[in-house]
């Protein structure tokens, strides 16, 4: 329950302070009640092949990602495939490499796994994210649509493959 609740907290946090200026306060609060509520988040959580880390900074929670493969992947993709549903840093934890920590635990994981790419959806006016994925080496490979509420938006599917 702790995980649960610390997992909402630096879920909401994050996403809301990554989107909120760029989306209208209904669409932003839809989002946010069905994506961190307390079930959904308990749901995500025991989930088996979705994994989630958290990162610190100075002894306080900084960001998390969310991993996930198999069928818990929110796009179909083969076997070889591993997905970065979520990864997030609160803003004033940014700039310090904590993202990168996290892409390289996810490196881990999938080298561990024998899978042969990473993948993940960012939406494309996330401009500071799709820069620091085009750095680790991703590229773009096709779209797929969010919804932020009734709001259809574009997410770029960018890919990475594993040597």
């Given at each position: 329950?702790?995980?649960?609740?610390?997992?909402?907290?630096?879920?909401?946090?994050?996403?809301?302070?990554?989107?909120?200026?760029?989306?209208s306060?209904?669409?932003m609060?839809?989002?946010?009640?069905?994506?961190?509520?307390?079930?959904?988040?308990?749901?995500?959580l025991?989930?088996?092949?979705?994994?989630?880390?958290?990162?610190?900074?100075?002894?306080?929670?900084?960001?998390?990602?969310?991993?996930?493969?198999?069928?818990?992947?929110?796009?179909?993709?083969?076997?070889?495939?591993?997905?970065?549903?979520?990864?997030?840093?609160?803003?004033?934890?940014?700039?310090?490499?904590?993202?990168?920590?996290?892409?390289?635990?996810?490196?881990?994981?999938?080298?561990?796994?024998?899978?042969?790419?990473?993948?993940?959806?960012?939406?494309?006016?996330?401009?500071?994210?799709?820069?620091?994925?085009?750095?680790?080496?991703?590229?773009?490979?096709?779209?797929?649509?969010?919804?932020?509420?009734?709001?259809?938006?574009?997410?770029?599917?960018?890919?990475?493959?594993?040597?």
């Amino acid at each position: 329950m702790e995980d649960s609740r610390k997992l909402q907290e630096i879920g909401y946090e994050t996403f809301k302070e990554t989107f909120e200026d760029q989306n209208s306060p209904e669409n932003m609060k839809a989002y946010l009640e069905e994506a961190f509520n307390i079930k959904q988040v308990e749901n995500e959580l025991s989930n088996p092949l979705s994994t989630f880390f958290f990162v610190s900074f100075n002894e306080e929670i900084a960001g998390y990602v969310k991993v996930n493969t198999g069928d818990a992947q929110s796009e179909e993709m083969d076997d070889d495939s591993l997905e970065i549903e979520r990864i997030y840093i609160i803003n004033k934890f940014q700039k310090h490499g904590l993202g990168k920590y996290l892409f390289n635990k996810v490196m881990d994981i999938a080298m561990d796994q024998n899978k042969s790419k990473i993948w993940l959806g960012v939406w494309e006016k996330n401009k500071n994210a799709i820069s620091f994925y085009k750095r680790l080496g991703f590229v773009q490979t096709g779209t797929h649509s969010f919804f932020m509420g009734n709001e259809e938006q574009i997410d770029l599917i960018m890919v990475r493959r594993l040597q």
